[in-house]
């Protein structure tokens, strides 16, 4: 059991932890023998060369992506218990923004606000500096204002588990800094982000999680 | 619940904004069954049996048309993982949309009937229970065609698959929903069909939006 990166189980959990997950895309292991865990206030920061298994890593977290082995628990219990309220408490935002062309900017978080039981799409709009483009309708934001709407959609309900996906992506500088800003008022509420990101983010009480020392080609050369 | 008015009101709104959506299956409808005069002659009477058959091919035809949209559009801008993530069942997340769905296009059709009617020579007592056969019948194809859209998410030409799977899932509503008229023709009653009708609803309606939902949740894979 002396793999690398491996951490036995943790006993006083609370929060997200993970033990041992494995995560397989088609006939390719991807990853294996992955453990973390997560405490209220930290951020997992997830890096890594492309294809080692960021974004499966992060679906897999919200589960949406199978476990090919191991456990995921919440405060010591295993998620797959209960997944509805594993998605009570999270919010996740993905490679795509998942923003509907031929609605507004405000109604986009509305449509999203009510499926969630949320509110304060105004605050939220605010928060990403899209105050202005309220009532434009989404085909004609560009590409860094779309990430900025879907990005929005983290304060329309408070959950105590972000997990993002390259959420720097196509935003500039300004955003870029509303956004840490953003991540780190999260922490200080005691809430929990994992993220993958190429950029570094600077998150007080952050831990890296280097993918590539799971990968099983890494770990036989 | 909120679940399913939240999806639906969602979906309902995606609908009003761009309804060329709707409107094109309920064009394809009428343009393809006054196509069939053309083809078999305007003998009132050689319609005037085929009108009830013809109708219902052509719904079913016409509901094949839209059910591509029923998930993909979702799939392919990133809302499907939302919805999946959403708090609150899939399966009722399901029915939501397959509600919109019906009230999208099944409905249109149904009001189009008496137009058809008169073209095909549909005799006079036969529309009652065939609007009612309908009625009953449509949902049905909603809601196995929601199988057959969430089975079909991910593969290259889905629609053609998605044409494959169901089709012949729906030749009980086809048999059933062309007896309820034609037994009205023949003064027989109308009834027991419609009945059987009603339980190939109730049938779907527990059944397809559990086996759609876990269609969705391998494709969010």
Request: aromatic share 6%; charged share 15%.
């Given at each position: 059991?002396?793999?690398?990166?491996?951490?036995?189980?943790?006993?006083?959990?609370?929060?997200?932890?993970?033990?041992?997950?494995?995560?397989?895309?088609?006939?390719?292991?991807?990853?294996?023998?992955?453990?973390?865990?997560?405490?209220?206030?930290?951020?997992?920061?997830?890096?890594?060369?492309?294809?080692?298994?960021?974004?499966?890593?992060?679906?897999?977290?919200?589960?949406?992506?199978?476990?090919?082995?191991?456990?995921?628990?919440?405060?010591?219990?295993?998620?797959?218990?209960?997944?509805?309220?594993?998605?009570?408490?999270?919010?996740?935002?993905?490679?795509?923004?998942?923003?509907?062309?031929?609605?507004?900017?405000?109604?986009?978080?509305?449509?999203?606000?009510?499926?969630?039981?949320?509110?304060?799409?105004?605050?939220?709009?605010?928060?990403?500096?899209?105050?202005?483009?309220?009532?434009?309708?989404?085909?004609?934001?560009?590409?860094?204002?779309?990430?900025?709407?879907?990005?929005?959609?983290?304060?329309?309900?408070?959950?105590?588990?972000?997990?993002?996906?390259?959420?720097?992506?196509?935003?500039?500088?300004?955003?870029?800094?509303?956004?840490?800003?953003?991540?780190?008022?999260?922490?200080?509420?005691?809430?929990?982000?994992?993220?993958?990101?190429?950029?570094?983010?600077?998150?007080?009480?952050?831990?890296?999680?280097?993918?590539?020392?799971?990968?099983?080609?890494?770990?036989?050369? | 619940?909120?679940?399913f008015f939240a999806v639906l009101r969602r979906d309902l709104m995606l609908a009003l904004r761009s309804p060329a959506e709707s409107l094109m299956t309920v064009g394809f409808f009428v343009i393809a069954a006054t196509l069939v005069p053309f083809g078999v002659g305007p003998?009132?009477?050689?319609?005037?049996?085929?009108?009830?058959?013809?109708?219902?091919?052509?719904?079913?035809?016409?509901?094949?048309?839209?059910?591509?949209?029923?998930?993909?559009?979702?799939?392919?801008?990133?809302?499907?993982?939302?919805?999946?993530?959403?708090?609150?069942?899939?399966?009722?997340?399901?029915?939501?949309?397959?509600?919109?769905?019906?009230?999208?296009?099944?409905?249109?059709?149904?009001?189009?009937?008496?137009?058809?009617?008169?073209?095909?020579?549909?005799?006079?007592?036969?529309?009652?229970?065939?609007?009612?056969?309908?009625?009953?019948?449509?949902?049905?194809?909603s809601l196995l065609g929601a199988v057959g859209a969430a089975l079909a998410l991910g593969a290259r030409r889905g629609g053609a698959l998605t044409s494959l799977l169901v089709l012949p899932l729906f030749i009980p509503v086809l048999i059933f929903g062309v007896a309820a008229?034609?037994?009205?023709?023949?003064?027989?009653?109308?009834?027991?069909?419609?009945?059987?009708?009603?339980?190939?609803?109730?049938?779907?309606?527990?059944?397809?939006?559990?086996?759609?939902?876990?269609?969705?949740?391998?494709?969010?894979?």
């Amino acid at each position: 059991m002396s793999a690398p990166g491996f951490a036995p189980p943790t006993t006083s959990s609370t929060g997200l932890a993970a033990e041992a997950l494995a995560c397989l895309r088609g006939e390719r292991l991807v990853f294996e023998r992955l453990s973390f865990s997560l405490a209220p206030g930290e951020a997992l920061v997830l890096s890594g060369p492309n294809g080692s298994g960021k974004s499966s890593l992060l679906r897999q977290l919200a589960g949406l992506g199978p476990l090919h082995d191991g456990r995921l628990l919440w405060n010591g219990t295993p998620v797959d218990t209960d997944p509805e309220a594993h998605r009570a408490r999270l919010a996740y935002v993905g490679h795509q923004d998942a923003v509907k062309s031929v609605l507004t900017a405000r109604e986009n978080l509305t449509a999203w606000a009510s499926l969630g039981g949320g509110g304060g799409e105004d605050e939220a709009l605010a928060t990403m500096g899209l105050g202005a483009l309220a009532d434009v309708p989404a085909r004609f934001l560009s590409a860094g204002q779309r990430r900025r709407l879907g990005l929005a959609r983290l304060f329309l309900r408070p959950v105590p588990l972000w997990l993002l996906d390259e959420p720097t992506l196509g935003l500039d500088a300004a955003a870029q800094a509303g956004l840490k800003a953003a991540l780190a008022r999260h922490l200080e509420q005691r809430g929990m982000i994992a993220l993958a990101t190429h950029v570094p983010l600077s998150l007080a009480r952050s831990q890296e999680l280097d993918l590539a020392r799971f990968s099983p080609v890494r770990a036989a050369a | 619940m909120s679940i399913f008015f939240a999806v639906l009101r969602r979906d309902l709104m995606l609908a009003l904004r761009s309804p060329a959506e709707s409107l094109m299956t309920v064009g394809f409808f009428v343009i393809a069954a006054t196509l069939v005069p053309f083809g078999v002659g305007p003998e009132p009477e050689t319609l005037a049996r085929i009108a009830a058959g013809l109708v219902w091919v052509m719904a079913l035809l016409a509901a094949l048309l839209s059910l591509d949209r029923l998930f993909q559009a979702d799939y392919e801008d990133g809302s499907l993982d939302l919805l999946l993530l959403s708090p609150g069942q899939t399966e009722i997340m399901v029915l939501g949309k397959v509600a919109a769905h019906w009230l999208t296009t099944g409905l249109p059709l149904i009001i189009s009937v008496p137009l058809l009617a008169v073209f095909l020579h549909l005799p006079l007592e036969a529309l009652p229970a065939l609007l009612a056969a309908m009625l009953l019948g449509t949902p049905v194809l909603s809601l196995l065609g929601a199988v057959g859209a969430a089975l079909a998410l991910g593969a290259r030409r889905g629609g053609a698959l998605t044409s494959l799977l169901v089709l012949p899932l729906f030749i009980p509503v086809l048999i059933f929903g062309v007896a309820a008229p034609e037994a009205a023709v023949a003064d027989l009653a109308a009834r027991p069909h419609l009945l059987i009708l009603a339980g190939l609803f109730f049938g779907a309606l527990v059944l397809s939006p559990w086996a759609a939902a876990a269609a969705l949740r391998l494709a969010a894979e």
